[in-house]
Structures are given as C-alpha cells and as structure tokens.
C-alpha cells in the first residue's frame, strides 16, 4: 500500500514537471513587477487574488503570456461591464495608482483598463514609453486631466480608446499625428477643445496636425461629443480606409464635401447632432458599402439625394430633424434591407405614397412626421412591412382613421399626434392597440365614448381631442395618461373607485380641462404611485381630502379653476416630495399653512384667486427652490415678509442647467412630463411650460397687505415679474430696486406708495410692463428713454408726479440734477439706450421672459441655439444637458401634461429616437 502510495506521488510528480515542462512558466523578473503594479493598485472586489507569487503569473486573472518566450504579452484588467448596473460596476473597479512597474514587461502589447475607476488622476506619462503596445484601451476609466502627448511615441498602437474620460482634455493634438498604425481611435466625450469661448486657436492646430497624417490603416474614428466646433477637416475625405467614422455630437459646421465618395469602404456614418450645413451630396449615393447614415439633427437643406434609393445595404437612415426640403424620392422604396427610416422635422413636402414602401420590407421604424407631407395610402392598403415604431404626427392623413394600421401587429409605438384625424375612432382601435406601449393622438378631432374601453399601455396621450361621455378604465398597465382638454364628463369618483385587476401603476394623471364634476373621494387611495396629477378646470367640488396626504410620491398637484372649498388639508404635509401645488381659483379659505416651509422642494406654489386669509407665513422665505410665487386675490393681510431675499432660487441668478428642475421636467422611462402653468406677467395670460424653468415671479396683487415694501425685495436678483398691485402698502419704494436687473414686469399701481421713484429704476433695462398708477408718489420720474417710452397711464393717479410721460411739466425746483447727483456723467444713460436696443430687438422676436436671459454670459450659448431653432432637442440638450442629441438610441420623449395654451411650446419632440 504505503509502495503504491509512493508511486503515486511520483507519478503526480512526473506529470506536473511535464506540464511545467510545457508550459513556459513566467519570467521572475516580470512577475515581481506585477507584484508591484498590483500593489499600487486598490482592488475592492479582489478580482486580483490569484496573483500569488507562489503561482506562475502565466496563470493569473488577466495575464497573458507568449506561449514561447514566456514573456508577458497581454494585460486584459477591464472592469467587466454590467449593461444592467445603473453605474459600471463600481464595486468591482480597479483604481488607486498605476505603478510604473510597468515599463519593466517589455513585451507588452495588449493593455486593456477601461471601466475601472482612477479617480480623475492624469494617464500616466510613462505609457508613451511601451513600445511594444498595439492595443490601448483606457475606456470609461475615470482619468482625469491633460492626455500625456507622449503617447504619440507609441508608433505601432493600432487601437486607442481613451473614450468616456469626461475629464480627460487636449490641448495640443499634434501627438497623435504620430500613431501612423492607428486603425482605431475612440475619443469620443474628451474635451478636445476647453473653452469654447476661445476663438478657433486649438481647432486650427488640430486641424493642420490632422492634416499631415497618413491614417492609411484608419478603420474607425470615432470622436464622438468632443465640442469640436470647426468646419468638417478634409483630411476627413482621405481616410480611405475608414469602415467606420463617427464625429456625432459635435458642435461641426461647414458641409459635407462630395468627396464623401472616397471613403469607399464605408460602412457606418454618424455626423449627427452636429451643426452641418449645405446639401446631402449626391455622391454619397456612392459609398455602396453604406448601412447607416445618420446625419439627424443638423442644419442640412436641399433635397434628400435620391441616389441614396442605389445603397442596397442601407439599414438606417436618419435624416430627421434638419432643414431639407424638396419631395420625398421614390426609390428611397428600393431600400429592401432597410430598417429604420426617420426623416420627420424637416422641410420635406408634397406626397408620400405607397411607392415610398414598395420593397421596404424589413422596415421596423418610421418616422415621417413632416407637417407639409400628405400622407396618402389606399385605404385598404397592405404594407409590406411590420413596424414597432410609427411616427406619422403633423402629416395630413385625416380624415379618415388609416385602416392599414391594422395590419401592423406587432407596434410598440403610435403617434398619430395632429395628423388631422375627425370623428370616431374605429371599433377595431382599442381592442388592437391594447398591446401597443406607447400610444399619442393628441391634437386631433378624434370624439367618441370610452366609457366602454379599457386603456393598457404604458402611456397614452388622448389630449386635445373630442372624447365624451365618462373616462374609459385603466389596466394596471397603465403609467402615465393624458386625456386633457377634451369633452369628459361625469362624476370623478367612479373614476377613481374604478375596480381594477391589480394594484395601479399609474404615475401621471392628466384630465385637466373636461366637464368632470363631483368630490374627490376616498378612492384616491387607490392611486399610491401618482407623482404629477391635474385635475385642473373641471367642475369638482368639496374639500381637498385628507386622503391626500397618503399620495406620498406627489410632485405636482393641480387643482386649479374647480370649486373645491376648505383649507389646505394637514395631510399634504405628508407628500415631502411636492413640487408644484397649483390650486388657484377655487373657494379654499383658511390661512396658508406654516408647514409650507418645510417644502423645501417647492417650485410653484399657486394659491391666486381663493379666499385664504390671515399673514403670509414668513416660514414661506424657507422655500429655497421657488420660483412662481403666486398669491393673488385673496384676503391676505399684514406685511410682507422681510425675508423673501432668503428664497435662494429667486435671490440668484442660477443657470438653468439644475437638476431640481426635474419636477418640471420630469424624464420617465417612456415619456417625459413637461410641467405647464398659466402665468399671468406683465399683465398677459399665457402659458408656461417648457420655459417654465427660467420663470421667477412674486405676484402677491389684490391683498389686503399692508405695511411697506420691503427693501429685502431688491435682493431678489433674479426676479421678472413683481406685482404688489392693488393692497395697502405704503412707504418708498426700495431704493435699491434697479439691482433686481432682470426684472421685465413691475406692477406696484393701486397702493398708498409714495416719496420719488428711485433714480435706480433706470438701471431695470429690461423693463418692458411698469405700472405705478394710483400711489402718492411725487417728484420727477428719472428720466431714461425707456422711462418715457411707457404709457403716460402707468403714471396717473400720482398728482404730485411730474415729468414725461406725464403732460405735467416740473417746476424748476424739481431740478433732475438735484434729484439725480449720481447719474451726472451720463454712463447709465448710454448705457441704457445700449440694452434698450438689444432689449427691443429681443422681446420682439422672442417669447418676452426669456429676453432677460439672454444677456447673462454663461448662459447666452444655450439661450442663442434655443432661439435660432425653437426646436426641443437644441433646447433641452444644451440647456439640461443631457445627451439628447443622439437621435438613434434615445428613448421617444413626449410631453404628456401640457394643455392647448401650451400647444407651441409642446412640439413633437424632434429626433427622438427608440432604444
Ligand atoms: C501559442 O498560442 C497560439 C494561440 O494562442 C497558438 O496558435 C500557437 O499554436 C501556440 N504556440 C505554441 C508553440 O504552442
Ligand atoms: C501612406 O502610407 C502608406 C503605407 O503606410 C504608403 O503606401 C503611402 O504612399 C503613404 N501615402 C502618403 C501620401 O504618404
Ligand atoms: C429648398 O430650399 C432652398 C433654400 O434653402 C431653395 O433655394 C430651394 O428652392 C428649395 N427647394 C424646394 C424644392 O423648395
Ligand atoms: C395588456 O398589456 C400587456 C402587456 O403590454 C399584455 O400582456 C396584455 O395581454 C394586455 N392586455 C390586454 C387585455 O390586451
Ligand atoms: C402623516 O404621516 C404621519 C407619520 O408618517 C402619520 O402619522 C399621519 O397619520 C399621516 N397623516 C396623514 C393624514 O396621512
Ligand atoms: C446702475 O447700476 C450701476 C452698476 O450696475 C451702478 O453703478 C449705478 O449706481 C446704478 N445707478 C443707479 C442710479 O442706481
Ligand atoms: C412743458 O414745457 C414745455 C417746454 O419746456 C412746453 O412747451 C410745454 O407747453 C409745457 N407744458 C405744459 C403742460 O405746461
């Protein structure tokens, strides 16, 4: 026994020396710097534990050796990637330092860390020093700072990918001129060029350094959101060699030169959301390897080339959202491998036939939602295609509900938004789309009962339409429905008591706007997960439950233009995450709550035309994220408040890129809920929805108020509109009023004010709605050209007032020099005419509240891309810079909550994709 034994372990032996015999082990010298380069390292997850000196390093996690000299050849330490991690796997992130132990594995061609976490440091200098290195790939790592030019030494890399390191920037790229092997760059997200408010400097040196290469072997460039702002390089045009080429996200200008066609090879082209001009060449029509063209959202005109009907491979094909024009071509209807087609938001006109879908059979999304096209398909017409997603808002197809719908059985996505649709919809509709997630028909004439129908997608916006006859039930399925402004009516407790197979998932209600009536009655206890509801300008009554309270997830909470009476329920203080509380014009009486202030969330608080009564709760200056303070038309008394320069959203003047908006406008998985509000400024009702952000207004008019005006109030500096109208206050005006230099609406007429108005009122350039009528005030009124460019109206009923606009002259010892000792060198005169013209300029062209805005510097990008295309993408992209611009993996976003008012604000959203 103890004999075989031995045997045993010899043999064991003998084939373990066998197998070490065969496999090279791995080069001691190499393995102690591993050791090293592991121990600079932090390793939450120990994915590294296998790396034991008392192992051949050959073995160990990630390393790979030659299987000849033993040396070791590859690193592969990327962080696995959980598509599913709401982050990458953070947990299992290598970070810490990259040790330069690393020089000593000479043989290194393969060194892979991308999705680790190095915590913003710098790339290491040294990398530039691994010869050896072909493959490079420090993707989505978190590095931080200058990318180290001397990676331009490694002159046999083939593959670079320092995409996804937000932080990373360059100032100079000549380096990479100098990686002549390169056949794959990925520098998508770096900052190549810092301050965009430099001239072209940085660019024109990329450009030329650029341009002396021989990217022979480039197959894929991909620069994606890179703040490049320059003409389209045309080196571009040389790189023959490129399958793939992506530059989207960009801020690229210039056209595409028709020397496109040299890139033969090309297969995959993505210049979208750039800001390129000129026509489609018709020589792309040449690059016959081409599967995706994705030119969306840019500034392209002319024509769509109709040569692109010869790219036989073509699956993708966005053109959407630029400024094309022309008919559509017929033989785009070739394209049989065709997959997704968008050319919606542009110019294109004339018809669109069943010629234009002839061999389209594999096509999946359609998105030709153009207002001037018709859409005009035999009724009874069988497409050859099954879609998920259709996009036909703003075509004319009406009257008629389209009848081929029908033969689409696999739809996710329906949006026959203004397509011009009257009457009834058909019986078939409801019962076929109950599988469809995601149905818009908003603004068309569609009538009809639904009291019969049970609604099971995800979303679905009816709004704008002329359904009747009591609101239709709800699957659980159901998350966000808008049925305002249409013809509903009914008593809203069957509405809510409705029986239902399951817990309700419903997050958004919007049945503003119809004839619903009724109390509001314990069944909102049903509704756990509503987080914008408006139940706005029906004909509800009775008191706002306490049931309330129990929605905890409220965001926005419209009640506004109903006859609710009572006071404000106790229980809302339950609803932490309240945002927006909209009860105006009703019957509610009672005191406004101190609690209130524990709200710190509170945007708008919305109480106008009630009966409340009692103070203003100075716990109201706790609401640091207000900015529509509305209490108008009630019986408040007292003072105001001496600390409303504490409410921060309003005491300063933020940019709008703040997430706190998000309640305003709210991304949902499906959909996204732009929150809308009827403002009254500068004595206009309008309405206010996706500008709502940028609204800051005090309108506390028609009050009892007394006392004086605060002079605190001047501290609110980024204010638009005050309106103190109608109350009984009394005392000067705060002398420092002109410091509220955003302020375009003042409206103080019907007080007891008096004293002069303050020569700093010539400092309010923005000033387009003044009303101080009716107050005692006396003395000259300052004099700017502004000033006197107002009605002489918005002066009277002040007898002891003298100066133009009024007729009443001044006598001599209302001298302007004595009034006026600090405006003697005529700077702030100029300097008024100056703004003046700009402010004109502006409010004329624009929508009024934003005009302010614009001249605030840092924002002044943003706002110039909002107005040059009243287009949502540019807006929400720049201005809540999320990556909306990527019109081909975006989720499609609709606003679900805005009524008719709003209805040239609540555009399609332009370029939306699917995911
Ligand atoms: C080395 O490994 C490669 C694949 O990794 C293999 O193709 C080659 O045959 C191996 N050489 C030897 C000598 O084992
Ligand atoms: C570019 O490099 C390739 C080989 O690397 C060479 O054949 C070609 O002549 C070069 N072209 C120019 C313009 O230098
Ligand atoms: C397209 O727009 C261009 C100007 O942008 C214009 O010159 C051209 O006539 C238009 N073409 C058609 C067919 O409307
Ligand atoms: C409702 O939708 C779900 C999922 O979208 C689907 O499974 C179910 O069959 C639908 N119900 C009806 C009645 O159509
Ligand atoms: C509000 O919340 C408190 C504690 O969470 C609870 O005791 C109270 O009953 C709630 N009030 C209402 C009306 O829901
Ligand atoms: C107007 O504003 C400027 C600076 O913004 C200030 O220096 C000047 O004193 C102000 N004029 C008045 C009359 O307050
Ligand atoms: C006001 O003064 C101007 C000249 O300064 C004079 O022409 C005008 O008639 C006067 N108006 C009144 C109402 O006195």
Not at 171 to 194: G, P, Q
Not at 349 to 374: I, N, Q
Not at 512 to 530: I, K, V, Y
Not at 577 to 605: C, Q, Y
Request: with cysteine; charged share 15%.
């Amino acid at each position: 026994m103890r004999n075989s034994n031995s045997i045993m372990v010899f043999l064991l032996l003998a084939i373990f020396s066998l197998c070490k015999a065969n496999t090279l082990a791995c080069n001691e010298m190499e393995k102690q710097a591993l050791v090293r380069f592991k121990q600079a390292l932090t390793d939450p997850a120990n994915r590294l534990s296998s790396w034991s000196l008392t192992e051949d390093c050959c073995g160990w996690a990630g390393v790979r050796c030659d299987n000849v000299s033993g040396r070791v050849f590859e690193l592969h330490l990327g962080n696995p990637y959980d598509p599913h991690a709401v982050k990458f796997n953070g947990r299992s992130a290598l970070g810490g330092e990259i040790s330069p132990a690393l020089l000593e594995l000479e043989y290194l061609n393969f060194l892979n860390l991308s999705l680790n976490d190095f915590g913003g440091t710098p790339i290491p200098s040294f990398l530039g020093s691994m010869r050896s290195l072909t493959y490079l790939n420090l993707r989505g790592a978190s590095f931080g700072g200058l990318i180290p030019h001397q990676l331009g030494n490694l002159s046999t890399l083939r593959h670079l990918d320092l995409g996804g390191n937000s932080g990373l920037y360059v100032e100079n790229f000549s380096w990479i001129s100098l990686l002549s092997s390169l056949e794959y760059l990925h520098m998508s997200w770096i900052d190549l060029h810092r301050d965009l408010y430099l001239p072209n400097c940085q660019l024109n040196n990329m450009i030329s350094s650029f341009g002396y290469v021989n990217f022979t072997s480039l197959r894929v460039l991909y620069l994606r959101s890179n703040n490049f702002n320059h003409n389209l390089p045309n080196w571009l045009f040389n790189l023959s060699s490129l399958l793939y080429l992506d530059l989207s996200d960009n801020s690229l200008e210039g056209q595409i030169l028709s020397a496109i066609s040299n890139l033969h090879n090309l297969n995959y082209l993505n210049l979208s959301g750039n800001m390129l001009t000129g026509q489609i060449p018709e020589s792309l029509g040449q690059l016959k390897y081409l599967r995706y063209v994705l030119l969306c959202s840019n500034s392209l005109c002319g024509p769509v080339p109709s040569r692109l009907g010869n790219l036989s491979s073509l699956s993708y094909l966005y053109l959407n959202s630029n400024e094309l024009n022309g008919t559509l071509p017929r033989n785009l209807g070739l394209l049989s491998n065709l997959v997704r087609l968008r050319i919606g938001n542009n110019f294109i006109e004339g018809t669109v036939s069943e010629v234009h879908f002839a061999k389209l059979s594999k096509l999946k999304t359609l998105d030709v939602s153009l207002k001037s096209v018709l859409f005009n398909v035999s009724h009874n017409w069988i497409p050859p295609f099954q879609l998920k997603y259709i996009d036909l808002a703003f075509c004319k197809m009406g009257p008629r509900f389209p009848a081929w719908l029908q033969t689409q059985t696999s739809l996710f996505m329906l949006s026959l938004r203004n397509v011009g649709i009257v009457g009834t919809v058909p019986n078939w509709f409801w019962k076929w789309a109950s599988h469809i997630q995601w149905i818009y028909l908003a603004n068309n004439q569609i009538s009809g009962d639904l009291s019969q129908v049970l609604l099971n997608s995800t979303a679905i916006d009816l709004s704008s339409n002329s359904f009747m006859g009591q609101l239709p039930h709800l699957s659980p399925n159901v998350i966000g429905l808008n049925m305002a402004d249409n013809l509903f009516s009914g008593q809203i407790s069957s509405f809510l008591c409705q029986k239902m197979n399951g817990r309700s998932k419903l997050e958004i209600l919007d049945i503003s706007n119809n004839a619903l009536s009724g109390e509001l009655g314990h069944c909102l206890l049903h509704w756990q997960f509503l987080t914008h509801l408006n139940l706005g300008s029906n004909n509800l009554s009775g008191g706002i439950p306490e049931f309330m309270g129990s929605l905890f997830s409220l965001k926005a909470l419209h009640l506004h233009n109903n006859s609710f009476s009572g006071g404000i329920p106790l229980s809302l203080r339950n609803c932490t995450s309240l945002g927006l509380i909209d009860f105006a014009e009703n019957k509610l009486t009672g005191n406004i709550p101190s609690w209130i202030g524990e709200r710190t969330h509170l945007m708008v608080l919305r109480l106008r035309s009630n009966e409340f009564f009692g103070d203003i709760p100075p716990e109201i200056c706790q609401l640091s994220s207000l900015i529509v303070l509305d209490l108008a038309y009630n019986r408040l008394s007292g003072s105001i408040p001496r600390c409303l320069n504490n409410i921060s959203a309003m005491a300063t003047i933020q940019s709008p890129i703040d997430d706190k908006f998000s309640i305003l406008i709210d991304n949902y998985p499906f959909f996204r809920v732009i929150e809308c509000l009827l403002l009254v400024i500068k004595g206009r009702k309008s309405m206010y929805g996706k500008i709502l952000p940028l609204v800051r207004i005090v309108d506390l008019s028609c009050n009892n108020l007394s006392g004086g005006i605060p002079i605190e109030i001047s501290g609110l500096f980024g204010l638009q509109s005050l309106n103190l109208s109608r109350n009984h206050l009394m005392g000067r005006i705060p002398g420092k009023i002109g410091d509220v230099e955003y302020l375009e609406s003042l409206d103080l007429s019907r007080n007891h004010l008096s004293g002069e108005i303050p020569q700093s009122i010539i400092n309010l350039t923005f000033l387009s709605h003044l009303d101080l009528s009716y107050n005692n005030f006396s003395g000259r009124i300052p004099s700017s050209t502004q000033l006197q460019s107002f009605d002489a109206l918005d002066f009277i009923g002040n007898p002891e007032l003298c100066g133009a606009p009024l007729l009443k002259n001044c006598t001599e010892n209302e001298d302007p020099q004595g009034v006026n000792p600090s405006d003697e060198n005529g700077e702030g005169f100029e300097r008024s005419w100056f703004y003046i013209g700009m402010a004109t300029g502006f409010i004329v062209s624009f929508w009024g509240v934003c005009g302010a805005l614009l001249c605030k510097r840092a924002w002044r990008h943003a706002y110039f891309r909002f107005l040059d295309n009243m287009n949502d993408r540019v807006y929400v992209a720049t201005v809540l810079k999320f990556n909306w611009f990527r019109c081909h993996f975006r989720r499609y976003r609709i606003s679900l909550t805005c009524l008719r008012g709003c209805n040239q604000e609540r555009r399609e959203e332009r370029g939306a994709g699917e995911s």
